[in-house]
């Protein structure tokens, strides 16, 4: 049971890990991606900003009042500002432009000095532009603004290349070493793991020995404290004290055999075959219909033909025999509801009686060994405890799941076993 539960907190820890660097990860890289971007689309606003285009010439030229020892270089800033080849950001980013007369003619193209594009690919990428009437976005790597000025449309362009590449390295490295961490996280916390549940696991282990040995030990001088209260009986007659003797013997016998099933359920590998359930849930419910009417209760049933399930008969006759029970002594109504259906791949069994509400901090410790914390556990000299203990025992070992809930009055018991 440790072991599976020591899997089953490594598997949700790492998985919290994984799902929570994903997470991390992603949120740093649209935030990076979009700082990126807002930063590439501000530069070429500001590149569009000081394009100027000469109407004489029909090309890019230095503004007219420009100071006279100003460099041409296809687009400066006003007077008083510092040139673009001066700027860091804007020396290492590469600009292109196109720009269109009446009719879509081509006035001027400039292709940033560099043959990553040549003006015929500028071309046809600026009149895609402007026939998808946008003002600004991105085509591939490229950035781009349309800024229809008097006489002629300016279609701006800024490769998005050199920016977003060192980006992509960085995250695809985050990404390499972020997952080898995980990887050796994960190994180093199955060992720390292991060594750190190792005395629990064997605290367990000597735990359900004990209760073996201990219940094995009994059952010897169980039958012989029986026998001769018997054989006394039949001198003496009846008597008060010997008959109190002997109920006593009886709990304890009772007792001694609940152990043992429980020993057996969590330890002992009981054979297991094709069995059908539906068969076996009729039966127990044909057996306690007696016991109900006793009690002036009914059962309810709708069970469902051919559940058939690779599992031990007697445990599965002794989880249903469990729950109806325990159903039939502590509800709080009448009638008791017995149901078997197919769900997928699971048989799914159920019983719900009527009872008062469980506070959901006992709800969590009603298959815990001797718990008998709430009214729905009380003893009435032959119960200790032991009953829901087993049938999760053995529903486990099935490769199942039982659960209770409280809700409306209602107490529901569901069993859930695979149709393998």
Known sequence: MFKRSRKKIILAIMGALVLLFAITLSVIMLASYREIRQENMAMLKRHVELYYLDSETGGLTVPPDAPPDMPDTHGLEPPGRPPLDQKPDYQLSTFYSVAF???DTVIAVDNGEKEVYSEEELITIAKEILGGNTASGRTGALTYIVDKRPGYTLVALMDNTVSESGLSTLLRNVLIVGSAAILVMFFISLYLSKRIIRPLEENDRKQKQFISDASHELK???????????LLARE??????LANIRYENERMGGLV????DLSRAENAEAPMEQVDFSRIVTGEELAFETFAF?????IQSDI???VHLTGNPTQLTQIVSILLDNAIRHTTGNDISLTLKRHGHEGVLTVINDGDAIPPDKLEHLFDRFYRG???RT????????????????TVKHGGSIGVSCQDGKVRFTVSIPIK
């Open 304 to 306: 469902e033909d051919d």
């Open 236 to 241: 003496i007659g009846e008597n008060e004290w």
């Open 101 to 103: 007369g009446e009719n």
């Open 379 to 394: 003893d009435d000299g032959h119960h200790y405890g032991l009953g829901l203990s087993i049938a999760k025992a053995i």
């Open 257 to 260: 055999r609940q152990l043992l």
């Open 294 to 298: 006793d009690h002036g209760k009914t």
């Open 374 to 376: 709430d009214e729905a």
């Open 220 to 230: 010897t001088p169980v039958a012989v404290i029986d026998t001769n209260a018997e």
